[in-house]
Antibody, heavy 120, light 108 residues
């Protein structure tokens, strides 16, 4: 079955750019939407945005000015960049497949998550 | 702040039934989906759509909805059901996704 794995630096300095990659295995990245979600330590989940395999994106309005999600179908990967980070961006970052439906949409499966700490 | 509101915590006796609710205006138009998250683990989808369970999810988990409130019911709660539960749906504009504030379920 489809599996997702996040990768990237675990430590980012304030004001710099956070970059993460999600590698999809066990299936093709094509024909689906793919999302990033984060969870600050001890807090709830926050949707960051999604990308369709053809490149269409949709971002959380609260993060839109700092977020870019891109896709590389040749590598079966999609990526997240978040600019001008602060300590408030410290979180576990998850990637997940989105099953978009007219009645809503859900996230399944999820990667195991990767902790990114913003600190000097 | 989240557009989907959940009670912070609920408890249930082993083998009894517990209902977790998720409130939000968007739920009048869209279904809520439910995720279980155990400490140190990624969330796992347990209910999606009207009331569907992914393969491998026990049938003691069920979903329902009325008006602006969606519910996840665990019938005959087991010790392994102790976890945080999150709902998700579209936001009030229908253009973005949101998660609920989360409910910690304790099995006594």
């Amino acid at each position: 079955q489809v599996q997702l794995q996040e990768s990237g630096p675990g430590l980012v300095k304030p004001s710099e750019t956070l970059s993460l990659t999600c590698t999809v295995s066990g299936g093709s990245i094509s024909s689906y939407y793919w999302s990033w979600i984060r969870q600050p330590p001890g807090k709830g989940l926050e949707w960051i945005g999604y990308i369709f395999y053809r490149g269409t994106t949709n971002y959380n309005p609260s993060l839109k000015s700092r977020v870019t999600i891109s896709v590389d179908t040749s590598k079966n990967q999609f990526s997240l960049t978040l600019s001008s980070v602060t300590a408030a961006d410290t979180a576990v970052y998850y990637c997940a497949r989105v099953l978009v439906a007219p009645t809503g949409g859900w996230f399944d499966p999820w990667g195991q998550g990767t902790l990114v700490t913003v600190s000097s | 702040s989240s557009e989907l509101t959940q009670d912070p915590a609920v408890s249930v006796a082993l083998g009894q039934t517990v209902r977790i609710t998720c409130q939000g205006d968007s739920l009048r138009s869209y279904y809520a989906n439910w995720y279980q998250q155990k400490p140190g683990q990624a969330p796992v989808l347990v209910i999606y759509g009207k009331n569907d369970r992914p393969s491998g999810i026990p049938d003691r988990f069920s979903g329902s909805s009325s008006g602006n409130t969606a519910s996840l019911t665990i019938t005959g709660a087991q010790a392994e059901d102790e976890a945080d539960y999150y709902c998700n749906s579209r936001d009030s504009s229908g253009n973005h996704y949101v998660f609920g504030t989360g409910t910690k379920v304790t099995v006594l």
